[in-house]
Each structure stands twice: as structure tokens, then as C-alpha cells.
């Protein structure tokens, strides 16, 4: 089992910047790519960005590409998320997400095994 806890979350004006974080502890062996996905109030979680745990493959949402890296230390086992131009429409909250399987197949929610308790953000107007 992957425990993850994010952090870094909170309000900030559009056009700010916010950086999330999501550590990783427990069998991360395990891990071959994580993610972060959102999910607003009344609306279906959806995908954002995830990367493969060992090497440079990455994937971003058609609305955040651009604005949103993705990023790791295998060191400190953590995945990042530095959003950058945010939008009121980014206001959800964030989880970061752990697959064992490639990120090839698939990048729905149903295809990660292990989630974080997710961190509020909100972008005012």
C-alpha cells in the first residue's frame, strides 16, 4: 500500500500561482507513475497531469497545458504541481494519485490504486 498526503493548496487571486506537493511513504516501490487530478463541487473528478515515477513521460488535461507542470524528486519520493496563470475555473479540490501500471493505460481516476486526501484550492476573481 502507497500512502500520499498533498499540501500547498489554499486561496490565491487569478493570475496567481500555487505549488502542490504529495509525498509519498509505504511501498512506493510499487509506484510506476503518479498523478494529480481535481474535482469541483457538483462535477466528476477529472484527470489534470500525471508523469511515469522513472522517466520523462508527462500528460496534461487540454486545460491546463501550459500553465501546469508536473514534476518529481525521486529523493524525497514527492511529486509536485506548480500551476501557474491560475483561473477561478481551477478552484477543486486536488488529489494526487499512484498507479502501479503505465500511464498508457489509462488516466482515469478508476486507473490509479492510491489517492491523498486531496487539498482545497481556491482562485478568486
Known amino acids: 500500500q502507497v500512502q500520499l498526503v498533498e499540501s500547498g493548496g489554499g486561496l490565491v487571486q487569478a493570475g496567481g500561482s500555487l505549488r502542490l506537493s504529495c509525498a509519498a511513504s509505504?511501498?512506493?516501490?510499487?509506484?510506476?507513475?503518479m498523478g494529480w487530478f481535481r474535482q469541483a463541487p457538483g462535477k466528476e473528478r477529472e484527470f489534470v497531469a500525471a508523469?511515469?515515477?522513472?522517466?520523462?513521460?508527462?500528460f496534461y488535461a487540454t486545460s491546463v497545458k501550459g500553465r501546469f507542470t508536473i514534476s518529481r524528486d525521486n529523493a524525497k519520493n514527492t511529486v509536485y504541481l506548480q500551476m501557474n496563470s491560475l483561473k477561478p475555473e481551477d478552484t477543486a479540490v486536488y488529489y494526487c494519485?499512484?498507479?502501479?501500471?503505465?500511464?498508457?493505460?489509462?488516466?482515469?481516476?478508476?486507473?490509479?490504486?492510491?489517492w491523498g486526501q486531496g487539498t482545497q484550492v481556491t482562485v478568486s476573481s
Open positions: 494519485a499512484a498507479k502501479t501500471g503505465g500511464l498508457r493505460s489509462g488516466l482515469g481516476p478508476a486507473d490509479f490504486g492510491s
Open positions: 508523469r511515469s515515477w522513472s522517466g520523462g513521460s508527462t
Open positions: 509505504g511501498r512506493t516501490f510499487s509506484m510506476n507513475a
